[in-house]
Structures are given as structure tokens and as C-alpha cells.
């Protein structure tokens, strides 16, 4: 049988944390793997605009003005000359 003084301490103990030491930790947690993400993400260009495309709409476009062409006649004579 021990016949000293019994000594108890509860520094070292450690109990339950309470629910919002638990949250908090979590948090503390999660955002500091957020943080580290960030810092690790690579840095994407963005990508440029593409380049004008021409449409055409069915029936909307105009007919083009027909040059006036020479007659054949006129074509011989000069030949001739």
C-alpha cells in the first residue's frame, strides 16, 4: 500500500471538445487546404476571340449590276482595222 500523497493533474488530460472547438477546427481545416489549392493552381491564358465568320442568308442577297458588255460586231471590227 502506498502511504504518499497522490498527485492528479489535468494539464496533459484531455477531454471531449465541444462542438464549436470541433467546427472550428474543421474550418481552420478546410480552409487551409483551400489556401493551398489556390496557391498550387496553374495560371490558364485565356483563349482569344475567334475570328469573324461571314453568313449568308438565303434570298437575302442582291444580284450584281451586269457591266455593260461590248457586241460582238464591235469586237470583229476592231479586229479587222
Do not use: C, I, N
Not at 498527485?7 to 480552409?31: D, K, N, P, Y
Not at 487551409?32 to 489549392?37: D, W
Not at 442582291?62 to 469586237?75: G, H, M, V, W
Amino acid at each position: 500500500m502506498y502511504d504518499g500523497q497522490m498527485e492528479m493533474s489535468f494539464a496533459g488530460a484531455r477531454g471531449r471538445a465541444s462542438v464549436r472547438q470541433r467546427r472550428l477546427s474543421r474550418a481552420q481545416w478546410w480552409f487551409q487546404r483551400m489556401r493551398k489549392v489556390v496557391d498550387e493552381a496553374l495560371d490558364f491564358q485565356p483563349v482569344p476571340a475567334p475570328r469573324p465568320q461571314q453568313t449568308w442568308f438565303p434570298g437575302a442577297h442582291r444580284q450584281p449590276a451586269l457591266a455593260p458588255q461590248p457586241s460582238p460586231a464591235s469586237e470583229s471590227d476592231r479586229l479587222a482595222a
